[in-house]
């Protein structure tokens, strides 16, 4: 933003005023403006401004996420710094996730610099999510709230060696190619086929290699007399609820 004087004199002086709002910036800033005046000599002026902007009180990161698989104890690290010549003092206060994870407090520089330490206190099997509050010292700043959540994203229980099958071939030849479905879970899995897209050319084959753990899925084209290229695709129903369809698309490419 800025303010100046629009009408300077002969032989007087003018002001001019710039502010910069600073808010979301930290560190080295630079800006610059440009002043425009009929001086025949000199119409044109350019005004740098450069700053740095020191923060009271600093989160990093901003926020604290732990993410997980569901099946381990999760640890995280959140740092609290300041680049103020006066002494930061830091107070916890409040804490809305004690029951389910502890913390500690380290003064690692003395009045800059503080690291605070969480862990889980059991295996997490769902996400959550909470807050701790912290007095300051800083009127600017009297209270932080860091924000702490649990992320748990389980990996799937049902694992397919390829989603989509690619077949490539001369005219004349027969083609096939093979998809490997298998359960990590000791819930026996069971295929079912619901829908297939493709062609009566392309026919399959279920195989359960390893009973209610690991099925193999055979694509086989008949010889093609001409070059063509097709595609479609085979679902299977499954017995898991967390995953009750697994679709696998075959693309046929001849020449």
Do not use: C, W
């Given at each position: 933003m800025a303010h100046f004087d629009r009408v300077i004199p002969p032989g007087g002086e003018g002001k001019i005023k710039l502010s910069v709002n600073t808010k979301g910036y930290r560190g080295n800033v630079s800006k610059s403006a440009r002043v425009f005046s009929n001086d025949p000599v000199n119409n044109v002026l350019r005004l740098a401004l450069k700053a740095k902007i020191l923060m009271f009180i600093e989160l990093t990161p901003s926020r604290l996420i732990m993410r997980g698989d569901g099946t381990k104890i999760l640890t995280g690290e959140l740092q609290v710094s300041s680049q103020m010549d006066k002494p930061l003092e830091l107070t916890p206060a409040s804490f809305s996730l004690e029951?389910?994870?502890?913390?500690?407090?380290?003064?690692?520089?003395?009045?800059?610099?503080?690291?605070?330490?969480?862990?889980?206190?059991?295996?997490?099997?769902?996400?959550?999510?909470?807050?701790?509050?912290?007095?300051?010292?800083?009127?600017?700043?009297?209270?932080?709230?860091?924000?702490?959540?649990?992320?748990?994203?389980?990996?799937?229980?049902?694992?397919?060696?390829?989603?989509?099958?690619?077949?490539?071939?001369?005219?004349?030849?027969?083609?096939?190619?093979?998809?490997?479905?298998?359960?990590?879970?000791?819930?026996?899995?069971?295929?079912?086929?619901?829908?297939?897209?493709?062609?009566?050319?392309?026919?399959?084959?279920?195989?359960?290699?390893?009973?209610?753990?690991?099925?193999?899925?055979?694509?086989?084209?008949?010889?093609?007399?001409?070059?063509?290229?097709?595609?479609?695709?085979?679902?299977?129903?499954?017995?898991?609820?967390?995953?009750?369809?697994?679709?696998?698309?075959?693309v046929v490419q001849v020449k």
């Open positions: 029951d389910k994870i502890s913390y500690t407090m380290e003064e690692v520089e003395k009045g800059k610099v503080f690291k605070f330490s969480f862990t889980t206190k059991a295996v997490a099997e769902a996400g959550y999510k909470g807050y701790l509050n912290i007095k300051t010292n800083f009127p600017e700043k009297p209270e932080l709230r860091v924000n702490v959540s649990v992320n748990i994203k389980k990996p799937p229980r049902i694992k397919m060696s390829k989603r989509t099958v690619r077949m490539r071939g001369r005219m004349g030849n027969e083609l096939s190619s093979e998809v490997t479905i298998e359960t990590t879970d000791d819930e026996p899995l069971s295929l079912s086929p619901k829908k297939q897209t493709f062609p009566e050319k392309l026919s399959y084959v279920v195989e359960e290699v390893e009973k209610g753990k690991k099925f193999k899925v055979r694509f086989v084209t008949k010889p093609a007399q001409r070059a063509e290229t097709y595609q479609g695709s085979l679902t299977f129903g499954t017995n898991y609820k967390d995953q009750p369809t697994l679709r696998i698309h075959v």
